[in-house]
C-alpha cells in the first residue's frame, strides 16, 4: 500500500514477512536524530518530496546512462531484462485469469 499524497513527507517504507524470518527498509531522513522523554519518542520529518530523497540516485543514473550512450558499458537492465519482465508480467495476468499456476515457457 502506498500513498503519493503524506501530509508529514514522502513516506516510502516496505516490509516483507516470512517463516524464517522479516526484512524491511524504513524512512530515510535529513538527519538520523531520534529524541527519547518520558512524554515518548520524536524524531525529524521525513523528506518532503521524492526529488530530495533520491537526489543521488537520480544523479548516478543519469551518469550510467550518459556511459552506456557513450558505449563505456551495457545498458542495464537491457532489452531482454525488459523482455522477461513482460513475459512475467503476461504469466502472473493469466494465472489470476485462468486460477492456475502458469509457466514461464508458456508466455516466452
Known amino acids: 500500500s502506498n500513498s503519493r499524497r503524506a501530509t508529514y513527507g ?20 535529513p538527519v538520523s536524530i531520534e529524541v527519547a522523554t ?3 519518542y520524536t524524531r ?3 523528506h518532503d518530496f521524492f526529488m530530495t530523497r533520491y537526489t543521488e540516485a ?3 543514473e543519469i551518469a550510467a546512462f550518459i556511459d552506456a ?5 551495457k545498458a542495464s537492465p537491457s532489452g531482454e531484462d525488459g523482455l522477461l519482465a513482460l513475459a512475467l508480467a503476461e504469466a502472473a495476468l493469466k494465472s489470476v485469469a485462468e486460477g492456475r ?5 508458456e508466455v516466452l
Not at 514522502?10 to 531522513?29: F, T, W
Not at 499456476?101 to 515457457?105: A, D, E, R
Open 10 to 29: 514522502y513516506d516510502q517504507r516496505i516490509e516483507v514477512h516470512g517463516a524464517k524470518g522479516v526484512v524491511s527498509a524504513e524512512n530515510q531522513r
Open 38 to 40: 518520558g512524554a515518548g
Open 69 to 73: 550512450m557513450g558505449g563505456k558499458v
Open 58 to 60: 537520480y544523479a548516478a
Open 44 to 46: 525529524p520529518p521525513l
Open 101 to 105: 499456476v502458469v509457466k514461464m515457457s
